[in-house]
């Protein structure tokens, strides 16, 4: 076992030297190679060492040196803890990628915007998706473009040329390679001698050109590259050159001090090894001709742990070596101290896992700490977030929020929906009623607007609202709102604007887009654009549309769902971050920028299988074999470099390590690295992990009691009884129609909610198809035929049947798909109607239609309606007709509850169909027009008119009763069926088993 204190002294260089024997890079050999351990917070180490070794050569020495870091994160970090004192000149802190940026001559020409390179690439995409249909769906048109251009980045950035894939040997693969070779040689223009370079490509020619030019005219100043793990092709040359020179040195970060010599031979294999977190820094000493004996601290910054460190190094042996947990594992002592500021939260669900990491950043705050959050998982930091803003925190959050998930990024989004079609209800409501419509001026009178033709587009059951139909609800409902007909006008404008569909440049697309955008942002008479381009988001939305603006020539001609799809991927690549309103102590952090940012706790979260370390995205173009012999990077990459931001993470002081044990479908799998730790304390009990690892849990399991503690309730709200109101008898219904008889005997709650509480359920914003549509429309076709007066037994009469239904349901059914199946099953009913219609024909003469009618009971004050479908009239009296486009009610339903039929026949003995006038009722029948047909007879002959009446009459009476109540589902059908007034009525807080509790009310 090596550790930090046994590095052995500093070898002679030997290849490129000599170096000088005095100096700041004095005391190491092969190469000016350094090493933080981890654990050790890397920006505070990195100027403490510079304070170090440059601080006696006089003020100006801090002056000439040129630090270059890997994110502008770690810049801010460093020249804050240079601002804490003492006071010194400040060195040159520059990043890694600003030598892609670097004016190195004419011969290196800037390199091409990254969004103007995948424009271009979505062009050629597209033109090859065309001329092959079979290669790709044409909405993976953005998505194919992004990815192509991500692996020629790589291919440049690594070294790798066309002919290299090419050349790639592809046994068993012919049919998937020739299909991705033909992608891949689009890029080729790329790569020839004349082309623009991308950005990856002009980095790596940056750092070729400085090394030809240290190779006549080494550094005069120091150089230093700190804080990279040499993860890419170019950055990984840069440090070999860097650490080469006599006045240059590198410091890597979190290196393994502990890790034998024997274990760092075993990393030479990238496909075996890749995983590993200090692969990146073996492969670093190779290419320098070192070991890691001749690795040197950049300085004595203690880690805070190194009991933990030597723990998490002997969990994280490469697999075939972990053997050695048995023969080092005893050597490592009491596991007391090693586990003493760890803590392993395995909660039940992400929900739990949350709201326990909230409540420990909350208490962390009382306490005076600085508590970071660190996960890859996005979904969990939002509930963190929502969980913290019980106590009015909010996270200072490094990713931010997605461009498209902002008001300004929704608000572009639904007007790009409506771009190329007709807009319906829902659609322009949706933009009406977004925080950023009308955000010129008068925001309150324009919600009321809204909200009044948000019911009227209901009433009307419109599917395409157009000008005319705004214009004339205005106008009729303009008299108490002046500003009204102006409003109106406003919005006929903006839907005005909406573009056509059609292939047109992208400059157009975007140009029509942002202008309708700007006018519904800004309101009638308003000017500019409103809110649109305010604060942090507007101005990130506004800076993506002009960066596409000025690229958009690279892209040519589209259609307008590709533009969308365009639109939506560039807005994706762009994260917004208010960095003022975030609390100064609560951190939230991806696994990158936890190499950053100091804090007092650490928590690592989401340690799941899938979540940390991420599965590695599927590769449409090579797979990993093939990447393996081109040169290119392995999937494993990404998984080793979250094991090193793991290994960095887990040694720092006090730690939690946070996992659910269960996510929203399924059992998880613990992360790989936190099966190892656990694997490894469990097995050894003689150094007391076993206890450790109990105590680790118990800390977690203390927190997630607190938490669980603080999701349930004081005190128990009972549930809400199944109601029975009893409203005064003059506020009870004295009209009701022959189908709301039905609902009074089965719910009679319904029957309180509408009449007396006057509750109207929404009519569907977007008509559907749905049942009552059904039964409007084939009652109107029978109506038609019969109307025509042709007998059921024409030869005729199928054809003339089946040409109503086709002119009835184009007028009133606009879903072609839904228009052929009904027109189908009317066809399927057809000969069935006209021989039963025969039949009907030959006992009556159909005379009325849809007529109205309605009978008084004056002595209790009640009336009773009815609409009757149909009404024959014949020899022995009327005959009364209902169309069912469902199952038609049985008799034994129409005896106690279905009695619409029986109740139509006692209106018409008393005469309630004016147009039929009063007469003898012969017989009742449902004609069900579902299946293949059906005929249900009313039981006329068992319950005849006159019972119906009285027994009707007594309902009435009973009903108005002052102690009757309306009691909530008292007869349903069935327990599956379901009301509006459920929500109302609390139904699932009591059941069938309980009696309704009445209860004086008004």
Same mark, same amino acid.
């Given at each position: 076992m090596m550790s930090s204190e046994s590095f052995p002294a500093a070898t002679p260089f030997s290849e490129t030297g000599p170096f000088s024997d005095t100096g700041p890079f004095s005391d190491v050999g092969p190469a000016h190679l350094y090493a933080l351990p981890c654990g050790v917070d890397f920006a505070e180490g990195l100027v403490a060492g510079l304070r170090a070794r440059f601080g006696d050569e006089g003020p100006e020495a801090m002056a000439r040196i040129t630090v270059y870091l890997g994110t502008n994160r770690m810049r801010r970090r460093v020249r804050d803890i240079f601002d804490q004192g003492p006071a010194t000149l400040l060195p040159r802190l520059r990043l890694i990628t600003d030598l892609a940026l670097d004016p190195l001559g004419p011969e290196l020409p800037l390199p091409v915007a990254p969004l103007r390179r995948r424009l271009e690439l979505t062009q050629l995409v597209s033109r090859l998706i065309e001329a092959q249909p079979d290669l790709a769906p044409r909405a993976a048109l953005y998505d194919l473009s992004d990815s192509l251009a991500g692996l020629m980045d790589e291919m440049q950035g690594e070294g790798v040329a066309p002919d290299d894939i090419a050349n790639l040997d592809v046994t068993d693969l012919s049919g998937h390679w020739a299909r991705s070779l033909q992608f891949l040689n689009i890029v080729n223009i790329w790569f020839g001698p004349d082309a623009a370079p991308d950005r990856e490509a002009r980095q790596r020619m940056a750092v070729e050109r400085l090394i030809a030019t240290w190779a006549e005219a080494p550094p005069a100043d120091p150089v230093i590259v700190a804080g990279s793990t040499g993860s890419r092709g170019a950055t990984a040359l840069l440090l070999q050159a860097v650490a080469r020179q006599e006045k240059g040195a590198v410091v890597l970060p979190g290196v393994d001090m502990d890790q034998p010599q024997d274990v760092w031979e075993r990393l030479d294999e990238a496909l075996a090894a890749e995983d590993h977190p200090q692969f990146r820094f073996r492969r670093i000493l190779r290419m320098l001709d070192m070991e890691a004996a001749d690795l040197r601290l950049w300085h004595d910054t203690p880690a805070p742990s190194p009991a933990r460190n030597r723990l998490v190094s002997l969990s994280l042996r490469p697999a075939p070596v972990t053997d050695q947990w048995r023969d080092e594992g005893p050597e490592l002592g009491d596991l007391g101290p090693a586990t003493e500021g760890l803590t392993l939260l395995e909660a039940p669900s992400p929900r739990m896992e949350a709201e326990t990491i909230a409540l420990r950043m909350r208490a962390a705050v009382d306490e005076g700490k600085t508590v970071a959050l660190v996960t890859p998982d996005r979904m969990l930091t939002r509930q963190v977030s929502a969980a913290l803003d019980r106590w009015e925190l909010v996270a200072d959050d490094s990713a931010g929020v997605p461009l498209p998930l902002t008001p300004p990024g929704r608000f572009l989004r639904l007007v790009s929906e409506i771009m190329g079609e007709r807009p319906g209800p829902a659609a322009i409501l949706s933009l009406l009623k977004h925080p950023l419509c009308h955000s010129g001026r008068d925001r309150g009178p324009h919600l009321l607007r809204t909200r009044e033709l948000e019911l009227a587009l209901r009433r009307e059951g419109a599917a395409y609202p157009e000008a005319a139909l705004l214009t004339r609800w205005a106008e009729k409902t303009g008299e108490r709102d002046t500003g009204r007909v102006v409003w109106a006008d406003w919005l006929c404008e903006a839907l005005g604007l909406v573009p056509e569909a059609g292939d047109k440049p992208l400059s157009e697309h975007l140009s029509c887009h942002l202008k309708l955008a700007e006018c519904l942002a800004s309101g009638p008479g308003a000017e500019g654009s409103g809110g649109l381009w305010d604060e942090a988001a507007g101005r990130a939305a506004r800076q993506a549309c002009e960066g596409l603006a000025e690229h958009a020539e690279a892209a040519g001609e589209m259609g307008i769902r590709d533009y969308r799809l365009l639109f939506l991927g560039v807005l994706r690549r762009v994260e917004v971050r208010n960095p003022d309103i975030g609390h100064p102590q609560v951190l939230i952090r991806g696994t990158l920028e936890a190499r950053v940012q100091g804090a007092d706790l650490t928590i690592l979260a989401s340690m799941n299988e899938g979540s940390w370390p991420e599965a590695p995205p599927a590769d449409p173009w090579l797979n990993r074999k093939m990447r393996a012999q081109a040169g290119l990077l392995l999937p494993e990459r990404r998984i080793g470099l979250s094991a090193h931001d793991y290994q960095q993470a887990v040694a720092v002081r006090e730690v939690w390590i946070t996992r659910s044990t269960r996510s929203s479908d399924s059992e998880t799998v613990p992360s790989r690295w936190i099966n190892r730790l656990t694997n490894l304390l469990e097995g050894l009990p003689d150094q007391g992990g076993r206890a450790a690892l109990a105590e680790m849990r118990a800390r977690g399991a203390d927190w997630l009691a607190r938490a669980t503690a603080l999701s349930v309730p004081q005190s128990r709200v009972p549930p809400a009884p199944r109601p029975s109101p009893r409203p005064p008898v003059a506020a009870r219904p004295d009209r009701l129609s022959v189908t709301a008889i039905r609902t009074l005997i089965r719910d009679p709650y319904a029957i309180y909610a509408g009449r007396v509480l006057r509750l109207r359920g929404l009519d569907p914003l977007t008509p559907n198809p749905d049942a009552a549509l059904r039964g409007t429309v084939l009652h109107e076709v029978f109506e038609r035929f019969l109307k025509d007066g042709i007998a059921p037994t024409d030869p005729a009469a199928r054809a003339r049947l089946m040409e109503v239904t086709e002119q009835v349901l184009e007028a009133q059914c606009p879903w072609p798909t839904v228009r052929r199946l009904w027109i189908a099953r009317i066809a399927r009913i057809s000969d069935w109607f006209l021989t039963t219609e025969a039949a009907r024909q030959a006992l009556a003469t159909p005379r009325h239609f849809e007529t109205d009618g309605a009978a008084v009971m004056e002595d209790l004050?009640?009336? $009773?309606? @009815?609409?009757?479908?149909?009404?024959?009239? *014949?020899?022995? =009296? $009327?005959?009364?007709?209902?169309?069912?486009? *469902?199952?038609?009610?049985?008799?034994?339903?129409?005896?106690?509850?279905?009695?619409? $039929?029986?109740?139509?026949?006692?209106? @018409?003995?008393?005469? =309630?169909?004016? #147009? @039929? *006038?009063?007469?003898?009722?012969?017989?009742?029948?449902?004609? *069900? $027009?579902? =299946?293949?047909?059906?005929?249900?007879?009313?039981?006329? #002959?068992?319950?005849?008119?006159?019972?119906?009446?009285a027994q009707l009459r007594d309902l009435i009476a009973r009903w108005q009763e002052p102690d009757r109540g309306y009691s909530a589902r008292m007869a349903m059908m069935s327990d599956k069926d379901r009301s509006d007034y459920d929500h109302l009525s609390r139904f699932g807080e009591w059941d069938f088993s309980q009696d309704a509790r009445g209860e004086d009310v008004g």
């Open positions: 004050g009640f009336t $009773l309606t @009815a609409q009757a479908d149909r009404i024959d009239e *014949g020899p022995e =009296g $009327l005959r009364i007709y209902d169309y069912k486009t *469902g199952k038609p009610p049985t008799v034994p339903q129409q005896k106690s509850f279905e009695k619409q $039929l029986l109740l139509e026949a006692a209106m @018409a003995e008393r005469g =309630g169909f004016k #147009d @039929a *006038g009063k007469a003898r009722v012969a017989g009742a029948a449902y004609i *069900g $027009l579902g =299946g293949q047909g059906t005929t249900v007879p009313a039981p006329l #002959d068992e319950i005849p008119p006159d019972q119906v009446w």
